[in-house]
């Protein structure tokens, strides 16, 4: 214990030097304005504006607004400069911004506000506050040369998404980096209609106490038991909200895909608007928050990007993992280079350049890190062209996959009982908070999936060892025939990379079930995300649902494995696997145990279509 906790001690003493000395570098080399610049409605938005000393000739603007707070390392000067290690030698003004409602700024904070229509009287919103941003830094910032960039992770992607939507004339290049782009299908708050509980509380409980970030404060340790004891999710306005989070009161009220999440949703506001403004999409292949965002931005736009300004990057990362540290390994898994900083400085930076700055050549259009391979690969566009082939990997009623069709006869099948009352964790217990001391959540899609594997509600399907390379890139898609003994019931799908009994590169790894893709799916959504049905008791019906898009070797050695589940907990809240018209309001007698059965027959062939690419193939 003392030997762990002088190792803490030692890590903690080198972030603080480090953060020391990169606000000493900032200090000797730019001045720092803070300054609260006017909106259009008299709002004021606080903002600190950073400009290098050594100015050869005018700079463009680099701008990232932020819902979480500025001076957070405790020497005045923004946390978020240590994002730009290598632009800020490349000479750029950096401008950070809190938005309407947080931190130091004026006004009504309101989660995700919606956009306005321009012609409505009195529209504010981000992407008014963005366009009145620049216009202000325009006039009163001198020594700049008349272009600005926008780029945020997250909410901060988010932000830069919607400065799309109207953009400044003199706005020439944005990033959006990990940006929700559908709440109800597939970011924070949902997937598929499936709501992510541990996420969706703690989040609101941060953003909704105040105008600072405050964490909820659990009883327990392990989160998991606390959320099982609260029960129906009817007990959260009873016993803990009190009606007091306006967010957690819009899921309630709005259980389905209606205007509500429509109005928000880039799926639907981008999908008439003719990209302007040239675009880097950035995403994690292990993302714990939003995979979904990014790449559904950039496929939204590209049927309207006329001028070809749609790009995408994604990469070996976790949630924002490509700002920060080397990207060498994420978890156990090693990539064999230093994936974030090459991130940093051969893509982020020259994009920035040739963009703001007319330097460089034009960038590549797409970039993905194929794992497995540890490559980095181009393409000209994504999901690739051509030189990939989509291929049927079929469960088999022995447990095995293939690529054969199942030609047994008779009703082939796998069988598990799922019970609300002892429902699947998502991660190792004990679950901690998720942004408490000591949580596994930033890394929780890596963890070895053997610790669910042979359990009596979890089903299994493994592939032979493999001889030669199986490499897929592009869009992979579950089709599973299933049934239930209740009426309604979600699934989970993983397709996962199993690694050699014995792996001398890395003897820990040996064995190991690493997560390559999965999602989940809320049965009463099958025929329509806005009028949900109840599923027929023991009828099979096909269950279709992308697991994503992903750039992977499964190499020599390794296996292929699909797991079936039907709880994920607390990461989404339990299914009562009775119909009910609004599960957060579900009276407790509704939490039934159902007997699932997942086809493996002719008649009913479940599978997993792989994109299957040549081991050496980009474009």
């Known amino acids: 214990m003392i030997a762990a906790m002088r190792r803490t001690l030692l890590v903690i003493l080198a972030l603080a030097a480090a953060a020391l000395a990169q606000t000493a570098n900032w200090q000797q080399s730019y001045s720092k304005r803070d300054v609260m610049i006017p909106m259009r409605d008299g709002v004021r938005l606080h903002t600190e504006i950073y400009t290098p000393h050594a100015a050869h000739g005018p700079l463009p603007f680099l701008i990232t607004r932020t819902p979480y707070g500025l001076n957070d390392n405790g020497a005045g000067y923004s946390r978020l400069l240590a994002l730009y290690p290598v632009m800020e030698q490349a000479g750029y003004i950096f401008v950070m911004q809190d938005i309407r409602g947080r931190y130091g700024s004026d006004g009504k904070f309101i989660m995700q506000r919606p956009p306005c229509a321009k012609s409505a009287p009195h529209c504010v919103g981000e992407a008014t506050d963005t366009y009145d941003t620049v216009a202000w830094l325009l006039t009163n910032v001198p020594n700049n040369n008349g272009r600005a960039g926008l ?7 988010w932000l830069t998404t919607m400065a799309l939507l109207d953009p400044n004339p003199a706005l020439k290049a944005v990033s959006e980096q990990a940006s929700p782009a559908d709440m109800f299908l597939g970011d924070d708050f949902h997937h598929n209609g499936a709501f992510r509980l541990s996420y969706g509380f703690e989040y609101v409980a941060m953003m909704e106490t105040g105008n600072t970030n405050q964490l909820f404060h659990f009883p327990d340790y392990d989160t998991y038991g606390w959320y099982l004891k609260l029960g129906s999710l009817a007990n959260v306005n009873q016993k803990v909200f009190h009606g007091q989070k306006p967010t957690w009161d819009d899921f ?6 209606d205007w509500f999440w429509n109005k928000q949703s880039f799926t639907v506001q981008l999908k008439n608007v003719q990209l302007s403004v040239p675009d880097l999409n950035v995403a994690g292949w292990w993302d714990q928050e939003d ?14 990007d006329v001028d070809h300004y749609d790009y995408l990057a994604i990469g070996p990362w976790n949630h924002g993992g490509w700002s920060h540290g080397t990207g060498e390994q ?21 994009w920035f350049a040739y963009w703001l700055k007319g330097e460089g ?74 942004y408490g001391p000591g949580s596994q959540w930033y890394t929780w899609l890596l963890e070895d999936q053997r610790f669910v594997d042979n359990r009596p509600d979890t089903a299994t399907w493994t592939g032979p060892v ?21 009426s309604d019931s979600d699934w989970v799908v993983k397709l996962i990379d199993v690694y050699p009994q014995k792996y001398p590169a890395q003897p820990t790894m040996a064995g190991y079930e690493l997560m390559i893709a999965d999602e989940i799916f809320r049965g009463r959504f099958r025929q329509s995300f806005e009028h949900p049905e109840p599923i027929p008791p023991n009828k099979v019906e096909l269950y279709d649902f992308s697991l994503h898009t992903n750039d992977h070797c499964f190499l020599p050695g390794h296996a292929i494995m699909v797991q079936v589940q039907s709880t994920w907990f607390p990461l989404y809240d339990r299914n009562p696997q009775t119909f009910v018209p609004n599960i957060f309001l579900a009276p ?6 159902a007997t699932q059965r997942i086809y493996a027959s002719p008649q009913h062939p479940s599978s997993i279509t792989l994109p299957v690419r040549s081991p050496a193939g980009s474009h």
Do not use: M
């Open 151 to 157: 780029l945020g992770i997250s909410y901060g992607g």
């Open 252 to 257: 309630v009220n709005h259980p389905n895909q």
């Open 291 to 304: 995979f979904y965002g990014p790449v559904d931005i950039y496929e939204t736009l590209l049927p309207h």
């Open 330 to 350: 994420l978890g156990p898994v090693h990539f064999g280079s230093d994936t974030s900083a090459y991130f940093r400085a051969h893509i982020q930076a020259p």
């Open 361 to 434: 050549a034009k960038p590549p259009h797409v970039r993905t890190f194929a794992t497995g391979s540890n490559q980095w690969q181009q393409y000209d566009a994504w999901p690739p062209a051509h030189g990939t082939q989509d291929r049927a990997l079929y469960l088999h009623a022995d447990h095995s996959l293939s690529f054969a069709r199942p030609t047994a006869a008779g009703a082939a099948f796998d069988s598990y009982t799922s019970d609300p009352a002892h429902p699947v964790p998502y991660r190792h217990r004990p679950v901690q908070e998720t």
């Open 466 to 486: 493999l001889t030669q390379p199986l490499c897929i890139a592009g869009n992979i898609q579950a089709n599973l025939y299933a049934s239930t003994t209740g």
């Open 588 to 593: 407790a007698g509704a939490f039934r145990q």
